[in-house]
C-alpha cells in the first residue's frame, strides 16, 4: 500500500480536482458556500530534485496498452490499478497527467518520493489565498459568504 500526493500546476485545477468535481452537472446554479471551502489549505510544492515520472497525458496511456479510463474517467478505479502497477513495477516517482476538468497539468506523486524530493510552503487557508476568486470565476463559479 503507498500514498499520493496530488498536486495542479494552478489554483484554478486544484480547486476544480478537489472541490467542484461534478457537482455543477446539469443545474445553473454554480455557487459555493463559504463554509465548504474554510477547511481547505494550499501550499506551493516545489521539487528539489527532478521527478522521474510517467507521462500521461499525450500517448501514454496509448504505449502502454491501457484503457484513457485510467487517466479521464469520472470513476478512479482503473487509474488507482494502473497506479499499482506503476507503483510496483517501476522505480518513478509518480505520474503526470492533465485534469480531466480543466486540462491543465497535474501530477501524483508517490509517498517515497515526497520527502526526498519535494518541500512546501506553509499552509495557506484557501480563504485567505489571494487567488481565490479569480480561480473560482476562471471556473465559472463564485462564492456565496456564510456571514449574511
Not at 2 to 12: E, T
Not at 37 to 54: H, K, Q
Request: charge should be negative.
Amino acid at each position: 500500500m503507498f500514498r499520493l500526493l496530488y498536486a495542479a500546476y494552478d489554483l484554478a485545477t486544484a480547486i476544480a480536482e478537489t472541490i467542484v468535481r461534478d457537482r455543477f452537472e446539469e443545474t445553473q446554479d454554480r455557487v459555493l458556500d463559504e463554509s465548504e471551502i474554510e477547511d481547505w489549505a494550499v501550499a506551493e510544492v516545489m521539487a528539489t530534485d527532478p521527478l522521474v515520472l510517467v507521462d500521461l497525458r499525450t500517448t501514454g496511456l496509448l504505449r502502454l496498452g491501457v484503457s484513457t479510463d485510467a487517466a479521464r474517467a469520472k470513476e478512479h478505479r482503473e487509474g488507482q490499478r494502473l497506479s499499482e502497477t506503476i507503483h510496483e513495477s517501476y522505480a518513478v516517482d509518480g505520474l503526470l497527467y492533465s485534469s480531466r476538468l480543466t486540462a491543465a497539468d497535474c501530477i501524483a506523486v508517490y509517498d517515497r518520493a515526497v520527502e526526498a524530493k519535494l518541500v512546501a510552503s506553509p499552509a495557506v487557508e484557501l480563504v485567505r489565498q489571494s487567488d481565490l476568486i479569480p480561480a473560482l470565476l476562471s471556473l465559472g463559479v463564485s462564492i456565496r459568504s456564510g456571514k449574511q
